[in-house]
């Protein structure tokens, strides 16, 4: 995971697969995240080890640099520690 100069955080590979909101903290614990081609589709999967206030996990695909559009979402779990 890496988080840019504006407090944008990205798990994946190249550019970035997954983006969080903008924050100087991240409320939630990544404990695997993986990106696998299928066919012309990417299957996104990952796990949290704990999420606090998550209401949920964008997801973001981007063809350019800087262009990024909503594509799904994936409800969060709000607060636990459970995996």
Same mark, same amino acid.
């Given at each position: ?36 081609? @299928?066919?012309? &589709?990417? $299957?996104?999967? !990952?796990? /949290? ?6 209401? *949920?996990?964008? +997801? @973001?695909?981007? &063809?350019? $640099?800087?262009? !990024?559009? /909503? ?6 779990? *709000?607060?636990? +520690?459970?995996?």
């Amino acid at each position: 995971m890496t988080i840019d100069n504006d407090g944008f955080a990205y798990a994946g590979t190249m550019d970035g697969v997954a983006r969080s909101t903008n924050s100087t903290v991240i409320p939630v614990e990544l404990v695997s995240f993986s990106a696998t081609l @299928l066919d012309i &589709n990417v $299957k996104l999967d !990952w796990s /949290t080890a704990t999420e606090t206030n998550n209401s *949920g996990f964008e +997801i @973001l695909r981007s &063809n350019k $640099k800087d262009e !990024w559009n /909503t594509i799904g979402f994936v409800p969060g779990n *709000g607060t636990t +520690i459970e995996t």
